[in-house]
């Protein structure tokens, strides 16, 4: 018999990865869609993705089953992390650095330090595929801690967020630092 969301945010909160792992996987396509009309100055749509399922866990944590529906919830909470990531890319202390581009050639190479614009873009590419294998290999609760932490968030506070005790969220990466390794270490494999 299939859970219904509120039973999965309840057992989600008591622990239970796979009920997380199922909440999460329902609810990304909703996610897909509130960030689809949504652009994001300086990141791209991975990076909104990563913002409305921030806002989704904090659906889980803060939600009240006497208040509403949590689809509902969930909704409001995803909508209210991704205007907040806009907001904060659009804010005008990150304006210049989101607004800048090079004028001239001399203006780029002082600006990067005269590298080769070619080499700068291929060295992108590499670093986007580089972290697509390591997305590729992190689970949703693992990739969630990954982001929290990126943030600046300790294990204390994610553990908080999360509902769990700061020795799962540590587990969790110690888990994504192993994966990450693999990763690059399957990334450098295929580069030779």
Known sequence: MEKTDEELVLAC??????????????????????????????????????EGMIGLLAAVREYDPEKAGFSTFASVCIDRQLNHAIESAQS?????????VPIDEADMSRTTGGANPEK??????????????????????ELLVLNLVLRGYS???IAEMMGKSPKQIDNAFQRIRRKTKKALEGKDKKLV
């Open 120 to 141: 700068m873009v291929l060295a992108e590419e590499r670093r986007r595929e580089t972290l697509d294998a390591i997305r590729g290999s992190l689970s949703r609760i």
């Open 92 to 100: 005008k202390k990150n304006r210049i650095l989101s607004e800048s």
């Open 155 to 157: 294990s204390r506070e």
């Open 13 to 50: 909160r008591a622990g239970d990865n796979e009920a997380c792992e199922v909440l999460f996987e329902s609810y990304k396509p909703l996610v897909r869609s509130r960030a689809v009309n949504k652009f994001l100055l300086g990141g791209d749509f991975d990076d909104l993705i990563q």
